[in-house]
């Protein structure tokens, strides 16, 4: 009897211990659901928040954005249930979290300065952006909430585990090897998806995920993350497009023998017959095939004149007032008069609009294209191109000369000379003001080149950069009274102020020019790198004498060429934009150049049709405005758009970007010149 009620206690225990650890394991395993749902709850809220934030509009993608989502989540739980110590699956839960909170925060902050997606190209060569600190942080505090939504996750992360609503153990091999065969599954469902749904136009999600590197774009498409991914795999492993566009022959009409054109003698049968590489080979067709630009009225108009180039820092056409920049002013109402220019902005801004302007080509995206051009042959850079008529070069920059590795860019351009901010600048003016002086840097440069025969300066500017406060801009500070009383905010008179530093500079440049004799016989030519992105949209507007818009308008901008010798002004309302600099002055100076090898066209010509490119696709004609991220063609009124004039905008688009990836990467000139 004793034995008997023994075995009972132990089996009643047992059973009980049983029934303990079966609701302890079904409460572990309710913890690991929620540990799985807040990984992807957290994901695709973070992908949510991200696409209002920047595009202001719920993704259109959702279902493409849980399926994605997912993937990552179930990676993420087992990344963060590896342990056994459940200290450590806390450690790295709170890492992940904060980490990629953090990284969703920083493309927000480097999207609302830049309007792009930063590449991994751009992560591992940041340093540099230590020094403009002061314009991250303005930037984060006109962004507080959005960084708030992005951080919530983090909050509740903190508030979860203090409840203990998440477990931490280690996950079993069981669930560990589902939730592999579930990313496993999920993978080749996202990528029948790829394969098999919008796999139609250049930028389909097909040609997006394999062939064409368009992060914006892919960011709107797949998210954010699916972005990152791509990007990462292609700066690791390197990426070459796949996806070609048949080459068209030029209309038999298209080219008249009573007109000339800016065009050179180069035998592409010859090289299509003996090139066995079918990239260059395809070059070879594709530049065979343009257009050339015609010769016009204006070819020729300054041979012979010497020729100063200014890229200025953030010159937006509302800094060009008589009561404020009344220099600036002088060379818009007697010069030529670019009434519909536009400088739209590239993701690396600066160095990308320098490159697109000295160059007339895109730059490569995701990387830095400043630096990769360098030891490449450039002929029509204009160094290049006027040492070949007898011109002396100089260039300056009022920072420093090796930010973006511009003293290797320059000199790769052919300049005969580079000053900056560490190669002897700082021994003429003071260069410790931030941002510092271009009207010091033209008075202590001048002299170097001004009573040279023929002779060509380019100047790279500083004075309108970022922040417009009295406080942190030594320019702004500097020509503040001339401003205060105008009936503008604080940042819209600052960044006025700023621009009033260029407009001295000009000044001083006609002044040293007229008083050695050289004002008539000297060209100047003004155009920005980018607008004034340290302006909100509604700050820009105050100055502006028309609404502007957030897509385009933003980025209308002035382009300045100027000459004593002009009679009258020339007013030119097509559109037009960075890229067109270049072959519209070698045009305007008679240099002998092959317009079909840029991808800018001369503005003056009347045979091309002007496209206006944006970094993400878009773009504007004489016809109307396409914005890429709603796919969506607005016509000018009263015009009528023939079948399918999108698609044929968006073709040549893609052969502009992929031809200038190209001529940089394969130094294409050095081929086509045998050099």
Known sequence: ??????????????????????CRNKVRTMKKLKTLAYWTIFIIYEEVVFSILIFGKFPKTFLWLILLSTQFALFLDILTSMFKNKITNTIITYVLTASTCFIVGAQLIYYK??????????????????????????????????????????????????TKALSFERMKLRNCLIESFS?????????????????????????????????????????????????????????EEKLTVEVTAIPEDAIKEEKSYNITEIDFDTLIADETDEEIKLMHEYFANQ???????????????????LVAEALSDVAIREDVTPNLYKLYKEGFQFTNFYTPLYPVSTADGEYITDMSLIPKEGVWSMYRINGNYVPYSYANAFENVGYTSNSYHNHTSTYYHRDEFLNTLGYDSFLATGTGL?????????????????????????????????YMTVSGHLNYTTAGNCMSGRNWEQVKNLPYSHKAKAYLACQIELDKAIGEI?????????????????????????LTLAELNELSSYERDEIFEKHHTPLLIW????????????????????????????????????????????????????????????????????????????????????DKINTIIYQKYNMSKLILEKDYYRKIFNK
């Open 113 to 162: 300065i830049y309007g792009a997606i930063i590449s991994f190209f751009s992560i591992m060569n940041s340093a540099q952006v230590t020094q403009f600190m002061d314009t991250i942080f303005v930037k984060m505090g006109e962004n507080l909430f959005g960084i708030f939504l992005i951080a919530l996750p983090f909050l509740v992360l903190i508030i979860l585990n203090i």
């Open 1 to 22: 009897m004793k034995f008997l009620f023994k075995y009972i206690v132990k089996k009643i225990k047992l059973d009980y211990n049983a029934n303990v650890e079966k």
């Open 563 to 646: 000459s004593a010798s002009m009679e009258t002004p020339v007013k030119i309302d097509k559109v037009c934009s960075s890229l067109d600099v270049l072959p519209t002055v070698l045009n305007l100076f008679g240099i002998e150049y092959d317009s079909r090898l840029l991808v800018g066209n001369d503005i003056l010509s009347e045979n091309k049709e002007q496209i206006v490119i944006y970094s993400d696709r878009s773009f504007i004609t004489d016809k109307g405005r396409y914005n890429s991220i709603t796919d969506t063609f607005t016509p000018n009124s009263d015009i009528e758009i023939e079948e399918g004039y999108v």
């Open 426 to 458: 700082e021994d003429r003016m003071n260069t410790k003001l931030w941002p510092n002086s271009d009207y010091e840097m033209i008075d202590v440069t001048i002299g170097d080149y001004i009573n040279n025969e023929k002779f060509l300066a380019y």
């Open 510 to 534: 006609i002044n040293e020019l007229t008083l050695a004799g050289r004002l008539e016989d000297t060209v100047i030519v003004i155009s920005p790198d980018h607008y004034p992105y340290g």
């Open 183 to 239: 990313i496993i599954t999920i993978t080749i469902l996202g990528l029948l998806c790829v394969n098999f749904i919008n796999t139609k136009g250049i930028y389909s999600n097909k040609n997006l995920y394999y062939n064409v590197h368009s992060p914006k774009i892919t960011v709107n498409r797949m998210g954010l993350y699916t972005a990152m991914k791509l990007d990462l795999k292609r700066f690791i492993f390197g990426f």
């Open 291 to 309: 257009i050339p630009s015609e010769q016009n009225e204006y070819t020729g108009m300054f041979e012979g004149k010497n020729l100063i180039v």
